[in-house]
């Protein structure tokens, strides 16, 4: 997939060089920037909890370069038994490129050379489709606060595991109409598709 991107782009004249690599440290805080124009209040994670995670696990971190340019990052960290794809964003000048694709490819090939088996990841609403496209499962992620649990409520799902303060429900596909609806009716909860991967199947 990388090389037709790099293919099409060298035909169109619209590049002279294209690279994705791992971040050095003085591309950090461009990363950053790029999140944060890109990403606003959807951000999850800080600069400060990525900086840390940056200096442990630097190969998770990986940009794509345009002209020398960082136009767009990816970053993840190891979680128990799989890897976290942490935030992703491409400068929103180069959207539409394929970039994201090519930055979520390369870091499924690092997982691998890493010997990690999974990859997961929590999608913002309109990155569903992005994540389908790229042949990764979802998982529901309900998130409440421990004296809002109901556990009755959640009888009729299919629940994977359950704690205090959260249950993750296995379903077939994700639906952005029905995340609406059960956000309108338990109000206290959060919910978010989780998409996950077996990085050994492609």
Known sequence: MEK?????????????KLELKQLEEKDFQKAMEILDNELGKERVRNSSFLFDKFKKFPGFFIGIFLDKELVGVVCGFPREDYLLISEIAVDSRFSRRGFGRMLVERF????RLNNYKEINVGARDNSVDFYVSLGYKPFLLVQFKEKDYIPKDFKNLNIIKSDKKSVEIKIEKADIKILKEL????PKASFQYIFTKNVNTG
Not at 6 to 13: C, H, I, L, T, V
Not at 108 to 111: E, F, S, W
């Open 108 to 111: 499924g090939k690092v997982a």
């Open 183 to 186: 956000r309108k009716k338990y």
């Open 4 to 16: 037709k991107v790099f293919s099409d782009f060298e035909k169109m004249e619209l590049l002279s």
